[in-house]
């Protein structure tokens, strides 16, 4: 069974600093792995999508990696801004299933 | 043109009652979800159809049931609602190869 912990569950900082989110995941036979964001009372906006067969994905001032047989993804949010602040959040979908599987999110706050 | 819409966008009702969510999808994806949200933010799949073929029949009650009249469009109804059923229900469509899932703006339900 599939399982996904986001670290960290929070992170509040200045604006301007670049960062990194973690995923990981337990079971690294997926077909891809999606990154979203969650704005308050909003639905999910995907971010970006990194096959299996990819290292890496690209768009603006995010970048996400994925090391598959290490179950892990990171997302780098380049030059923080006051509106990057939202949930962020990291979904494989397995192999053996056709079910997204969710982490539980790091809530990221860029103060001003 | 919303990718991923869904109606009503708020439902408050009585404990008892039965109420329908609607979702329909002009991706021309294959594939389409329902996802529940619930208090603490943690994002569970409930059911998914492929072109109109139930696929994933998560441990829901079976006060609710989905039905897809055409691969565009999945209905959630829901049978004497209960206060635990209060929550976000977001749905969701994508080709079931896996090619991202495009998640709608969500549903949220408030049974008082």
């Known amino acids: 069974k599939q399982e996904v912990t986001q670290i960290p569950a929070a992170l509040s900082v200045p604006e301007g600093e670049n960062l990194v989110l973690n995923c990981s995941f337990t079971d690294s036979a997926i077909y891809n792995l999606q990154w979203f964001r969650q704005d308050p009372g909003k639905g999910l906006t995907s971010l970006l999508l990194i096959q299996s067969s990819q290292r890496e994905q690209t768009s603006g001032r995010l970048n996400a990696s994925l090391d598959k047989s290490s179950g892990r993804s990171t997302l780098y949010i380049a030059a923080s801004q006051p509106g990057d602040s939202a949930t962020y959040l990291c979904?494989?979908?397995?192999?053996?299933?056709?079910?997204?599987?969710f982490g539980s999110g790091t809530r990221l706050l860029v103060r001003p | 043109d919303t990718a991923v819409s869904q109606t009503p966008k708020y439902l408050v009702t009585q404990m008892g009652n039965d109420k329908s969510i609607k979702c329909e999808q002009n991706?021309?994806?294959?594939?389409m979800y329902w996802y529940k949200q619930d208090s603490k933010k943690f994002l569970k799949i409930m059911f998914s159809y492929n072109n109109k073929e139930l696929i994933i029949n998560e441990t829901v009650p079976n006060r609710f049931s989905p039905k897809s009249p055409d691969k565009a469009h999945l209905n959630l109804h829901i049978n004497s609602l209960e206060l635990g059923d209060s929550a976000v229900y977001f749905c969701a469509s994508s080709h079931l190869t896996g090619n991202g899932y495009t998640f709608g703006s969500g549903t949220r339900l408030t049974v008082v």
């Open positions: 991706l021309g994806h294959d594939t």
């Open positions: 979904a494989p979908l397995p192999s053996s299933s056709y079910k997204l599987i």
